[in-house]
């Protein structure tokens, strides 16, 4: 009796401990660190003010790390000989930007207090940060991530959604991963910055009839039928601004992708559109709060995977 009380309490205290270790925490450098957020803040305000499409690419960094395996910066593990990672997925590859700056940040955190700072809450921190840089909203960055010791090219395959891919595919791509399909259309508001390749709009400006024909035919004259696969089209029309012109644009028929133009189609989305296009403090209240939800997908914690030295590849 006595032996199975105190088993009992014994499990009661390992799940207690497991439960506080599984928990990210506002405050998780404030002793460590105490200059690693506002050392991030000033890294990114100055890749952002040397190039402004950059924000827009470190908040879709942290967007692809969260989809595949969580938020643990698999995504920033480079192919070695015997290891193939996330780069070179089909939603990557040549596509995801902002490597250098996070290796750049990292540098810094490892100057500053060597061993602490992982690279997954660099890749956060930098995405609220961007999106502040840009106008946005800000928000808390749960921390404490660790980084992870692998990848996964083909859940980067599986799970992350297409430029393609039809309203039903991205309810269901994002209800995988725990959001409502209103979570999914905020997010997507986040297309209000940073910009496109041809190669992913092309089907749409030359064959698709919910568009705006002078919208189609000017995004025409940078996205040639066939070659020019890597000319760049911004993904709204104030794209170096986070507001909710994107929005505004889709009621407009001026999404630039297939997959932008499905939330506002004639069905169960259009009235968040809407309501976002409407209503700018309401978007961006939910997107950032549907960002922090993002961010907690899935980290690694307590003794689970490892803080790397360097970002792209696992200790030694
Ligand atoms: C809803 C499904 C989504 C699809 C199908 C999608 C697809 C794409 C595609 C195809 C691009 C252009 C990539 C290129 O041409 O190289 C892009 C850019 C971008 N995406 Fe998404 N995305 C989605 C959701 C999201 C979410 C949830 C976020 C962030 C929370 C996000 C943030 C961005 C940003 C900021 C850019 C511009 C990046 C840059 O200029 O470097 N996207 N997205
Ligand atoms: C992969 O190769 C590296 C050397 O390039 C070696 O250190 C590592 O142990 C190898 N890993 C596996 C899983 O074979
Ligand atoms: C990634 O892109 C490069 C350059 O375009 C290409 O050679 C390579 O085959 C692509 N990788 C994969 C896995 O598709
Ligand atoms: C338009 O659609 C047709 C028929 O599906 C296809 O053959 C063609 O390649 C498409 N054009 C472009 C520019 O994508
Ligand atoms: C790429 O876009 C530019 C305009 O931004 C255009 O002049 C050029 O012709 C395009 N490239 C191709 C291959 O069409
Ligand atoms: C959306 O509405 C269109 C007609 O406006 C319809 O063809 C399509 O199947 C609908 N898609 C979904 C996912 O409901
Ligand atoms: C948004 O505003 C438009 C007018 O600009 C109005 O027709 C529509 O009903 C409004 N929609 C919502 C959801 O508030």
Partial sequence: MASLSLFSLFCMFSFLLGMAHAQLSSDYY???????LSTIQTAVNNAVA??????????????HDCFVLGCDA???????????????????????????VIDTIKSQMESLCPGVVSCADIVAVAARDSVVALGGPTWTVQLGRRDS???????ANSDLPAPTSDLDALISLFSNKGFTTQ?????SGTHTIGKAQCSKFRDRIYNETNIDATFATSKQAICPSSGGDENLSDLDETT????????TNLIEKKGLLHSDQQ??????TDSMVETYSNDSTTFFTDVASAMVKMGNLSPLTGTDGEIRTNCRAING
């Fill in 30 to 36: 404030s002793s460590s660190c105490p200059s690693a």
């Fill in 183 to 187: 979570e999914m259309v905020v997010l």
């Fill in 149 to 155: 010791t692998t990848a996964s090219f083909s859940t």
């Fill in 74 to 100: 698999s995504i920033l593990l480079d192919d070695t000989a015997n290891f193939t990672g996330e780069k070179t997925a089909g939603p990557n590859n040549n596509s995801v930007r902002g490597y250098d």
């Fill in 240 to 247: 170096t601004v986070f507001d909710n012109v994107y929005f």
């Fill in 50 to 63: 040397d190039e402004s499409r950059m924000g827009a690419s470190l908040l879709r960094l942290h967007f």
């Fill in 263 to 268: 939330l506002y189609n004639g069905n169960s």
